[in-house]
């Protein structure tokens, strides 16, 4: 049962494009989201969140939208650099759960940023 | 510096040993977390630690074992009944707060011979 599915397994943008990588859910009471980038053999790096009460959070180059109607979330780069080359994750975190701090993980999205 | 530290970074298992994963952290963090990659797949949560002395079964935790007997020490063990660990494993931890993101470390690429 995978709560937290990102449909595209890959997407090729040109450099100085718009990214735009999707992530959908299906618990309901998923509340706090998050999105981490990954390069190969290294530890996921946290990106950006966004609450459950917000549906829009900014930060530079990356926004992240909340659309809680559709349990839907997707994550802008503007404009896509070839160093954003990488693997994106989607999470969500029930926090109104038992077990604070505890997070699903999407199956991941390959960004390639052509120069 | 505050980070998380994994070693060791490349580890080889032989058929029915048991072997165990590395992870410090040096955050002052209450929870830590151990997370498994495979090839095309997200990350699956197979334990998780919310303070010392204390640790919960995540999503796959068969083969698993861990503890936590000092809050900067959350050691993964992966036994002989684990019938596939081949695999990325990763740890990472954060306040144990809500809405709190977690920080990883740099994991270990675990192979069987």
């Known amino acids: 049962d995978q709560q937290v599915k990102q449909n595209s397994p890959s997407l090729s943008v040109q450099e100085g494009r718009i990214s735009i990588l999707n992530c959908d859910y299906t618990?309901?009471?998923?509340?706090?989201f998050l999105w981490y980038k990954k390069y190969p053999a290294e530890g996921p790096t946290f990106l950006i969140s966004?609450?459950?009460?917000?549906d829009k959070n900014e930060d530079g180059r990356f926004t992240v939208f909340l659309n809680k109607s559709a349990k839907h979330l997707s994550l802008h780069i503007v404009p896509s650099q070839p160093g954003d080359s990488a693997v994106y994750f989607c999470?969500?975190?029930?926090?109104?759960?038992?077990?604070?701090?505890?997070?699903?993980f999407g199956q991941g999205t390959i960004l390639t940023v052509h120069p | 510096d505050g980070g998380i530290t994994q070693s060791p970074k490349y580890l080889f298992r032989k058929e029915g040993q048991n072997v165990t994963l590395s992870c410090e952290q040096n955050?002052?963090?209450?929870?830590m977390y151990w997370y498994r990659q495979d090839p095309g797949q997200g990350l699956r949560l197979i334990y998780y630690?919310?303070?010392?002395?204390?640790?919960q079964k995540g999503d796959i935790a068969e083969g698993y074992s861990v503890s936590r007997e000092k809050k900067e020490s959350f050691p993964l063990t992966v036994t002989s009944a684990q019938k596939n660990p081949t695999a990325f494993y990763l740890c990472?931890?954060?306040?144990?707060?809500?809405?709190?993101?977690?920080?990883f470390g740099d994991g270990t690429r675990l192979s069987i011979l």
């Open positions: 618990n309901s009471m998923f509340d706090y």
């Open positions: 630690s919310q303070i010392v002395n204390d640790f």
């Open positions: 999470a969500a975190e029930d926090a109104g759960g038992t077990s604070y701090g505890k997070l699903t």
């Open positions: 966004i609450s459950s009460i917000k």
């Open positions: 955050l002052n963090h209450d929870a």
């Open positions: 990472a931890s954060n306040e144990g707060y809500s809405n709190q993101p977690q920080h």
